[in-house]
C-alpha cells in the first residue's frame, strides 16, 4: 500500500522531483505506517478509558511506578524471547504510548485525543519502539 501511495503523489508533476516524505508534507497527509499507528494508539486510548467493547485483560496493563516521565498511564514493558513476540499488538503499542505526553493520554475526549496527538506530531515524528 506505501508504494501505491509514493506512486501516486509521484503523478503531482510539481512534486515528483521530491522525496516521499516532502511530498506529503507538502500535501498535508501522514504516511500509511503512521496513519497505522495513530490508529493503535486510539485504540489503546479506548480501550484504557472503557470505552472500548474489546477485552484485552492481562494484555495492556498499567506499570504501577509512580515515578514516570512524559506521562502518568504508562504500560508494563514486558520482554519476550522471540522475534515473532515483538509483532504481538501489546508490545509494540506500549513503548510508543509510554512516550506520549500527558496531554494526550489523559485527554476527556476522542476528539481531544486526535487533535492533541495531531499538533505532537508535527513536531515530533512519530515512530514505533521496539523493545
Not at 494484555?59 to 509512580?66: F, K, T
Not at 519476550?80 to 499488538?89: D, G, I, P, R, V
Amino acid at each position: 500500500m506505501e508504494k501505491i501511495q509514493q506512486k501516486a503523489t509521484k503523478m503531482i508533476s510539481e512534486l515528483c522531483n521530491l522525496s516521499n516524505e516532502r511530498r506529503l508534507q507538502r500535501l498535508e497527509l501522514i504516511s500509511l505506517k503512521q496513519r497505522r499507528l495513530r490508529g493503535q494508539l486510539i485504540e489503546t486510548f479506548k480501550y484504557l478509558n472503557s470505552l472500548s467493547n474489546v477485552t484485552l485483560e492481562g494484555l495492556l496493563e498499567g506499570d504501577g511506578n509512580v515515578r514516570t516521565r512524559n506521562n502518568s498511564q504508562k504500560l508494563l514493558l514486558r520482554n519476550f524471547k522471540t522475534s515473532q513476540a515483538m509483532n504481538f499488538f501489546p508490545v509494540k503499542i506500549a513503548a510508543t504510548w509510554n512516550q506520549l505526553p500527558e496531554n494526550i493520554v489523559s485527554a476527556g475526549t476522542m476528539n481531544t485525543v486526535k487533535n492533541h496527538l495531531d499538533k505532537f506530531w508535527i513536531t515530533h515524528s512519530p515512530s514505533i519502539t521496539f523493545y
